[in-house]
């Protein structure tokens, strides 16, 4: 049988070679530069915290620097909006977390969607934590309860601007614990890092994040932490109970993903995808987490936006 290639099928046969070898080759080349990774908390708190030890092993996986770029305030808005707003070349990427769920589920006139960007893979999850200063006399959350349950207006605590998923889990103890929450003294931070910072020095009661905020200030003798929120204990610290363990349960818990602006490409995603994949396996990426009580956490792509507008129904419920 002879083939007869026309003109037209020549020329469409050659742009269909292009345009994979193009794909192909976006893959290969991406990243040329180095890449900008925000986090819109503050420095030293939990999810920078995160966010530092993650860029570290994806600048080893994709061969250019991965540089986290605080970008705290203003309820995590103006930090998502520079990325969402940024060119789609897979050079300025979020570390997303559940402040993107926490605010859908909250704030009625965001200035973007929660599907208007592109999910890369989700790389991290852990529980967050409750702590207090050394010298407070509670000992655990049922302490803190009885304390506070007949006079909230005494209690002070870390207050992130009302929609990020650490007010979040504060509200759910708060609700669980029966304090009203409308009556506590809600003292603002621009993260839990600085939120520790202060609770460490006496100037809040208690307060809340992930726990690499705590973790330094805990080690110095100058916090205690009262229980994880879940089910289970976390092996960085075997002597804190769950929020399961100590009866005032909180079944929420963190995770971290990347994600940039809208009209990524696929490549790219896939680019970022294969060093996710790799890095979560890496033994030394293993530890690092667990000494801040996190666990690798792989979800593909695909299944984020799913995952995302669940979790959205979720802290919906909460209100």
Do not use: C
């Not at 290639?5 to 991406?30: F, M, N």
């Amino acid at each position: 049988m002879v083939v007869r290639w026309t003109r037209r099928a020549v020329i469409a046969a050659g742009l269909g070679s292009l345009l994979l070898s193009q794909g192909a080759l976006a893959q290969a080349t991406y990243p040329r530069r180095p890449i900008s990774l925000v986090v819109t908390f503050a420095a030293g708190g939990g999810t920078d915290v995160l966010a530092r030890i993650a860029a570290k092993y994806l600048s080893e996986e994709l061969g250019q620097p991965v540089n986290v770029v605080n970008k705290p305030g203003g309820n995590s808005i103006p930090g998502a909006m520079s990325v969402m707003s940024a060119a789609p070349d897979g050079y300025n990427l979020l570390f997303d977390s559940p402040a993107t769920s926490s605010l859908h589920a909250l704030v009625s006139d965001l200035p973007y969607k929660v599907d208007q960007r592109t999910w890369g893979p989700l790389l991290t999850t852990g529980p967050y934590i409750y702590a207090v200063n050394a010298k407070s006399p509670w000992k655990s959350l049922k302490d803190m309860a009885e304390a506070s349950r007949g006079n909230p207006e005494s209690l002070r605590i870390g207050w992130m601007g009302g929609t990020s998923f650490t007010d979040t889990t504060m509200l759910k103890l708060l609700s669980v614990a029966g304090v009203d929450a409308s009556k506590v003294k809600k003292v603002p931070f621009a993260g839990s890092g600085p939120g520790m910072v202060a609770l460490a020095g006496g100037h809040i009661d208690l307060s809340g994040g992930n726990i690499g905020a705590a973790t330094s200030l805990m080690a110095s003798g100058d916090l205690r932490a009262l229980a994880v929120t879940g089910d289970e204990r976390v092996p960085a610290l075997p002597d804190v109970p769950s929020s399961k363990e100590a009866g005032v349960y909180v079944p929420l818990t963190s995770w971290n993903a990347l994600s940039g602006p809208a009209g990524m490409s696929p490549d790219i995603v896939k680019r970022l995808d294969d060093a996710v994949q790799k890095m979560v396996k890496r033994p030394e990426y293993i530890k690092d987490l667990a000494a801040v009580g996190n666990l690798p956490s792989y979800k593909a792509p695909s299944v984020m936006p799913a995952f995302i507008k669940e979790e959205v129904k979720t802290l919906s419920d909460l209100r």
